[in-house]
């Protein structure tokens, strides 16, 4: 980012939801040597992620007051709150502008159900199946799953990302972790069959003329593509760009 264009003004927002600034911007958009992120558990100041060190979040700040002085906001924020549209309809409700999906594809994206039924309804090949709310945790038996959806299966929380609260499962007591674990993070879960297939990605930049980058493929070392695999342990996975695909 040229610092001689562009301002840059970091908002940190805790998990109980208070906004407030950042101090050391450059510390934050700094990637020439990326260190590992480090929170402050500080019991007067909340903590925030920076890199390399730790650091604290300055006073609380309005949202709507800090944010109207600002020209584009780049919401970069993982999970409920942060990427189903809850922010995205507040900035759009506040005519600020933003950079990524609108409120209807945050929010379709978040949730699994609803965004595989759409890839069900867009003949779009989807794994099987079922779905789970946290009154039907007595009724949910391994007999009856792996009868429907084959012996190895994953458990999801409906709602989240980066693998946050999946588990593999191919037994009775593994299942009941697992769905303990996924019941943590939602109230809604998933219980889906366990495919041998491939992961390719692929980002799209624009609106009216959108430009599609070259796809990559993570191909993965480890039992499954979990969160450790994805952020802890840099040998559970590579990234192949191109992917190897037939034209």
């Given at each position: ?5 562009y301002?840059?003004?970091?908002i940190?927002i805790t998990k109980t ?12 958009i700094?990637?020439?040597?990326p260190k ?8 007067d ?6 890199r390399?060190q730790a ?5 609380a ?10 020209d584009?906001?780049?919401?970069v924020?993982?999970g409920?709150?942060?990427e189903d549209g809850?922010?995205q ?16 594809g945050s ?5 699994k ?5 759409l890839?069900?309804?867009?003949g ?7 779905v789970?709310?946290?009154a039907?945790e ?7 799953i792996?009868a ?6 994953f458990?999801k ?13 191919t037994?009775e007591?593994?299942?009941?972790r ?5 019941f943590k993070?939602?109230t809604?879960?998933?219980i889906?069959?366990g495919?041998d ?5 692929c980002s799209?930049?624009?609106n009216?003329?959108?430009?599609a980058s070259?796809?990559?493929e ?6 499954f593509y979990?969160?450790?695999?994805k ?9 192949i ?7």
């Open positions: 980012i040229d610092n001689e264009k301002e840059v003004v970091p940190g939801g208070q906004w407030a600034l950042v101090p050391g911007p450059q510390n934050l700094d990637t020439e040597q590992p992120l480090e929170v402050n558990d500080d019991n100041k909340p903590g925030v992620l920076v390399g650091a604290t979040l300055t006073e700040v309005d949202p709507l007051k800090v944010l109207s002085s600002v584009v906001v780049f919401p924020l993982h409920p709150y942060g809850t922010i309809g507040m900035l759009k409700v506040a005519n600020i502008p933003f950079v990524g999906p609108s409120v209807l929010a379709v994206a978040m949730d159900d609803v965004m595989k039924r890839f069900k309804a867009s779009v090949p989807t794994p099987k199946l079922l789970f709310h946290k039907d007595d009724s949910i038996q391994f007999s009856k792996s429907e959806l084959g012996t190895l299966v458990v929380p409906a709602n989240l990302g980066s693998s946050v609260g999946v588990s593999k499962v037994n007591e593994q299942l009941k697992a769905v303990d674990e996924a993070y939602d809604k879960i998933l889906e069959e495919i297939g491939r992961e390719i990605e799209v930049l624009g009216e003329n959108p430009i070259v796809p990559g993570i191909v993965v070392h480890a039992d979990s969160y450790d695999a952020y802890l342990n840099e040998t559970s996975s590579s990234l760009i191109p992917a190897e695909l037939s034209p």
